[in-house]
């Protein structure tokens, strides 16, 4: 299954993104483990994490269905390093279209960082998977409701930064696909049980939303 394959089956199932800041490397197996137990299978980790090259190459050869890469990519160098680590997933907190461009040549999914509806179209026309909407403190469901109304059908829309299992409803019904989830999550070294629980805790909210797609 290519990487566009497993994103678009995990946002049918389970449309949420692991934000693992701060990984050790040593780590990843088990929080990784304690993820795709739970059925969740995006996985990012942060490249000012320590090491996240070889967290990557462990998460992407240990859990084949899962798609596995990096977040703070800001360099066409970054995404050629993550693609030879294994990973298929390109997530910026900004936009930059040469990053986009190195991601699209590659093959992977990429989801650059927007907050305007003219950084949007702009990620769009240069072949982004999704957008990141970054940071969502910023970006309220209104704002997303907004956004929705201009942007294409398609357009694959996913609120970071903040999202929690009580406010995560409201941006699904304000027309979100999916969601970056970060230190409500996963914060350095928490256990993998903690991991694990936390993750249940996120399905169980996107999947009581009856507006969840």
Known sequence: MNAHRKFE???????LIAILRGLQAHEALAVGEALISTGWTLIEVPLNSP??????????????????GAGTVLTPDDVRNVHAAG????VSPNFNPAVV?????????CLPGVMTATEAFAALEAGATGLKLFPSEMITPAVVRALRAVLPADARLLPVGGIT????????AA??????????????GMKATQV??????FISACRASPLSH
């Open 51 to 68: 090491d996240p090259l070889t967290s990557i190459a462990t998460l992407a050869s240990n859990f084949s269905q899962a798609l596995v």
């Open 175 to 188: 027309g979100a696909t999916g969601f970056g989830i970060g230190s409500a999550l996963y914060k350095p």
């Open 165 to 172: 299992p009580e406010n995560l409803s409201s941006y699904l």
């Open 9 to 15: 089956v995990a946002l049918s199932h389970i449309p």
């Open 101 to 109: 461009r190195e991601a699209v040549r590659l093959g992977l999914v």
């Open 196 to 201: 694990q629980a936390n993750a249940m805790n």
């Open 87 to 90: 990973g298929q997933l390109i």
